[in-house]
């Protein structure tokens, strides 16, 4: 299913009576230029945008600086990397994956819609490093050893709709490592080392739909700040070090039980207090009242 093969999804809806109809195209299976995890697709369910060619580089005839260095019109795919675009060039992915990069490639096209620069290593995420990318719609910059993020650093990517930076070395998120990005609708933090987030950190995410912040080191963020995210449908906050505090914990199970229906991994609740044994509460939404931890062996709302 590559970009010459669009006609395969067009051809039963030209009126015009010289080509042949396909009459069985609900039954055709073509395999796809460039996708991750399945193969082979159903044509039914394909669109435009999926049917994609393999190029290294791209220059329109309409463009005037095609033989220099620096050109926005000219669309060159970073070295070691793979690059595929539709028929229309509205998509246009750049596959980095697994190529034990050090740093994000500085030439990445300025119209890149999928960009896949996940496991590498990178430690350290700047604010200049996107600065080439205007279109990006999907970022995956997961499992690649990342142990800071910049204020800024995403703030050119205006139209990111889906961040993956899960399964990373993070520890901290100071505010505005996430700025502009108003249109991002699912952000991937899960498997990290997060201790401290800063309280409106996610409040500039008037889109966000997903978030994930499960399998962290968080203790006492104030789940509370994301009653600022109206579209907020999906949450997992599983497997951190909640404070058994009982003062912190009023707060953060009335947050739980009022969106009981957005926190997935509920099941996966607990609190910790090193004071005590066992150190690890799980916690209870099924009663109403906040006991200290010297009382019972489970923390309730």
């Avoid at 899960?166 to 699912?186: A, H, P, V």
């Avoid at 006492?220 to 070090?241: A, V």
Wanted: neutral net charge; glycine residues 2%; charged residues 20%.
């Amino acid at each position: 299913c590559d970009c010459t093969m669009k006609w395969l999804l067009l051809i039963n809806s030209v009126t015009s009576r010289q080509y042949p109809r396909v009459m069985d195209l609900e039954n055709v299976i073509c395999k796809e230029s460039y996708v991750r995890g399945v193969k082979y697709l159903p044509v039914s369910s394909l669109h435009i945008k999926d049917f994609l060619c393999k190029y290294d580089y791209h220059c329109p005839d309409d463009c005037d600086c095609c033989d220099f260095h620096i050109c926005d019109c000219k669309t060159v795919c970073p070295r070691n990397c793979s690059c595929y675009h539709d028929s229309t060039r509205s998509t246009n992915v750049v596959d980095c994956s697994v190529k034990q990069l050090r740093h994000i490639p500085q030439n990445l096209p300025i119209d890149a819609t999928h960009i896949y620069l996940d496991g590498n290593v990178y430690n350290e995420l700047n604010e200049s490093v996107f600065d080439p990318v205007r279109k990006a719609l999907v970022l995956y910059l997961n499992s690649s050893n990342i142990v800071t993020i910049n204020n800024n650093t995403f703030s050119r990517l205006s139209d990111l709709r889906i961040l993956h930076l899960d399964n990373n070395k993070l520890r901290q998120l100071r505010g505005l490592e996430f700025s502009k990005l108003s249109n991002l609708k699912e952000l991937y933090l899960q498997s990290n080392e997060i201790e401290y987030i800063f309280n409106e950190t996610f409040s500039v995410l008037g889109a966000l739909e997903v978030l994930r912040l499960d399998g962290n080191r968080l203790m006492n963020y104030g789940l509370w700040h994301l009653d600022n995210n109206k579209r907020l449908q999906t949450l997992f906050i599983g497997n951190n070090r909640w404070s058994c505090d009982c003062k912190y914990l009023q707060g953060f199970l009335t947050y739980v039980s009022q969106n009981a229906e957005k926190v997935i991994d509920v099941n996966n609740l607990w609190c910790l207090n090193e004071n005590v044994s066992p150190a690890k509460k799980p916690l209870n939404l099924n009663v109403t009242v906040c006991s200290e931890i010297s009382d019972s062996s489970m923390i309730s709302a």
